[in-house]
């Protein structure tokens, strides 16, 4: 009788290892498969699904980034945008009080003033 208890004891013990192991192999799989789906995501829609443009004047500008606001001379408001992405030609060309379009990325620091990386900047002629 003991025996037999002991062998069952064994067979259920041996079964549920067995369970465990094919469950963490799958969890793996699943990890794997959801990273080379985010992977694929990100490189096919990270650019153009995150860009926006904005239209307004330069307040403020040093060699790596400019202040721009959507009316001119308006200190109180605007988005402070890193400049470091755009040509040095470019840079070189903006002064204040100018109305620019900004393509930047749609994610921003949340601060006062807001910031953001420029990736493109054109100048409007008024």
């Given at each position: 009788?003991?025996?037999?208890?002991?062998?069952l004891?064994?067979?259920?013990?041996?079964?549920?290892?067995?369970g465990?192991?094919?469950?963490?192999?799958?969890?793996?799989?699943?990890?794997?498969?959801?990273?080379?789906?985010?992977?694929?995501?990100?490189?096919?829609?990270?650019?153009?699904?995150?860009?926006?443009?904005?239209?307004?004047?330069?307040?403020?500008?040093?060699?790596?980034?400019?202040?721009?606001?959507?009316?001119?001379?308006?200190?109180?408001?605007?988005?402070?945008?890193?400049?470091?992405?755009?040509?040095?030609?470019?840079?070189?060309?903006?002064?204040v009080?100018?109305?620019?379009?900004?393509?930047?990325?749609?994610?921003?620091?949340?601060?006062?003033?807001?910031?953001?990386?420029?990736v493109?900047?054109?100048?409007?002629?008024?």
């Amino acid at each position: 009788m003991e025996k037999k208890v002991l062998g069952l004891f064994f067979m259920f013990l041996i079964l549920f290892l067995l369970g465990c192991t094919q469950e963490n192999l799958n969890q793996t799989s699943n990890i794997e498969k959801q990273k080379e789906n985010k992977e694929t995501t990100t490189n096919t829609n990270n650019i153009e699904e995150k860009l926006t443009e904005t239209i307004g004047y330069i307040q403020s500008k040093t060699s790596d980034s400019t202040w721009v606001a959507s009316k001119p001379n308006d200190k109180a408001n605007g988005i402070v945008f890193d400049l470091t992405d755009i040509d040095e030609k470019v840079v070189s060309k903006l002064k204040v009080g100018q109305k620019v379009k900004v393509t930047h990325y749609q994610d921003m620091q949340y601060s006062d003033p807001m910031q953001g990386l420029a990736v493109k900047i054109e100048l409007i002629e008024e």
